[in-house]
Each structure stands twice: as C-alpha cells, then as structure tokens.
C-alpha cells in the first residue's frame, strides 16, 4: 500500500499563489505516477494534474499556464504551484497515486484550497 499525506493549501485572494505538497510512504517503489484532483460539494473530483516516472505531464484545460506539476522521486513527493488563482479554483485537492498494486489506487485526505473575490 501507499499513504499520502497532503500539506499546503488554505484560503488566498483571487490573483494569489498558493503551494500544495504531497509525501508518499509505504511502497513507493510500485508508483507509476502522482497527481492532483479536486472536487467541489455536489460535483465530480476532475483531474487537475498528473506526471508519471516518465515525466509526462498532463492539466486540466483551465488550470493550463497557472499550475505546475513537480514531483521529486528521490523524495516520493509530488508538489502543485497554483498561481493567478481564481474563485472557481475553490475545491478540496486531494493527492493520487497510481500504481503496479493491487488495488491501484492511492489518495490523500484532501487539503482545502480556498479562493475569495
């Protein structure tokens, strides 16, 4: 199994920056990738961003220019810079790994980004 712990986000005015941080335990060495996805109460968790071992990188069409996605494999820890944030980037962002294990799927606990007008 792996275990994801979620640190950073909080609450930022539009235009603002905020840094969110992710550190894996347990057995990192089956993870393919790590990610971010967010949900907002009432709809569907999107993904916000992923990058495999392989260091390709794939963002939400919205986030596109504003977030970066950096993960530190000596580290096992996967970091979004979210910059130029805007109202609707308000969600909790919850921490993914995927993996070779049986199950797959790994998630953190979430950390609340919150963005005012």
């Known amino acids: 199994q792996v275990q994801l712990v979620e640190s950073g986000g909080g609450l930022v005015q539009a235009g603002g920056s905020l840094r969110l941080s992710c550190a894996s335990s347990?057995?990192?060495?089956?993870?393919?990738?790590m990610g971010w996805y967010r949900q907002v109460p009432g709809k569907q968790r999107e993904l916000v961003a992923t990058m495999n071992n392989d260091g390709i990188k794939n963002y939400l069409g919205s986030v596109k220019g504003r977030f970066t996605i950096s993960r530190d494999n000596a580290k096992n820890t996967v970091d979004l810079q979210m910059n130029s944030l805007k109202p609707e980037d308000t969600a909790v962002y919850y921490c993914?790994?995927?993996?070779?294990?049986?199950?797959?799927?790994?998630w953190g606990r979430g950390a609340q980004v919150t963005v005012s007008s």
């Open positions: 993914y790994t995927w993996t070779v294990l049986i199950p797959s799927t790994y």
């Open positions: 347990g057995s990192t060495q089956s993870i393919l990738g």
